[in-house]
Structure formats: structure tokens, C-alpha cells
């Protein structure tokens, strides 16, 4: 009972005394792959690898990067070169990309509708139709406000808003 003792007094006199800011744990993985963390040593059927551990306290000292920055080599252009930007992909949104997102998103803040807009980007303008009729491929949404005001939108196979003719 009194060899434990002695061990352990032992090797605490002979452990160095480290940084309060700063400690050492003790990475424990069994069998099965699980890891745990610990202060108190691990079993003898883990691996064990010690841990240092440093966690700053904030707003003490100066900063302490959490990664190294690097520099980047590329972007700019120079003077004379002849680069031209090749763009690889684009989003399709199933009407030709007629309009840009920016002018979808205006005329969805207008509540308008245009040329090229989807079903769900006349919903979000509009809101959900008051009713809905179907005639030779074609979807109509109807719509009318207090007022009396009626409003229709046909929308083509792929639920894109038709443009009118032109006269």
C-alpha cells in the first residue's frame, strides 16, 4: 500500500511544473478506432500518445494566428498581356437565362413580370395565383386584387413566362 504512495509522490516531485495557460493530455484510441482525451493516463488495451495542449487565454499577450497567410501569385494582369476570362459553366434556369438574377430580383421587389421569369419567380413576385388553367401546353396563372384588377401570366412548356408578340 505505501509503494503506490511512494510512486506517486515520486513522480510528482519529479514532474516539472508547466504554464497554468498550457497542459499535457493524454490521447487515448482503442480498438475500434474511438478516441478519447484525457488527463488520468489511458487503459492498456489503447494506444496512447501525449497531447500539448495550448489555449491562450484572450485578450492576453499578442495574437496568435490560426493560419499562416499566404500570398496569392495570381490575379494581376500585366501591362501589355492579352488574357481573356473564359467562363467554363453557368447556372441554367430552364428559360434561357433571358435575365440576369439582378434583374429578376427588381423586378420581383416591383412585383413585375417578365419575359424569361419562372413559375416560382412569378409566385414570388405575385404570390400564389387565384387560379390555374392549362390550354394547348399552356399554363396560365390568373390573378385579380381587391380593386377588381384582373392580371394573367402564360407561362410556355418549360414554365417560363412568354414574351407578348411584338406587333
Known sequence: MLRPICAG??????????????????????????????????????????????????????????????????GKNKKGSNQTLVVVGSKQDGCGNKLTSSEKRHAVIRQQVRGGMTQRDVESALGEPDRISSNDGQMRYHYADEKGNKRQVTFDEAGCVQEKKKR
Open 9 to 74: 509522490i515520486c513522480a510528482l516531485l519529479l514532474h516539472p511544473i508547466t504554464d497554468t495557460q498550457a497542459s499535457t493530455v493524454f490521447r487515448c484510441e482503442d480498438s475500434a478506432g474511438h478516441i478519447t482525451y484525457t488527463l488520468h493516463g489511458c487503459p492498456e488495451s489503447s494506444n496512447q500518445d501525449l497531447q500539448d495542449a495550448y489555449n491562450p487565454t484572450p485578450g492576453q499577450g499578442k495574437a496568435v494566428p490560426l493560419a499562416k497567410a499566404s500570398k496569392s501569385k495570381s
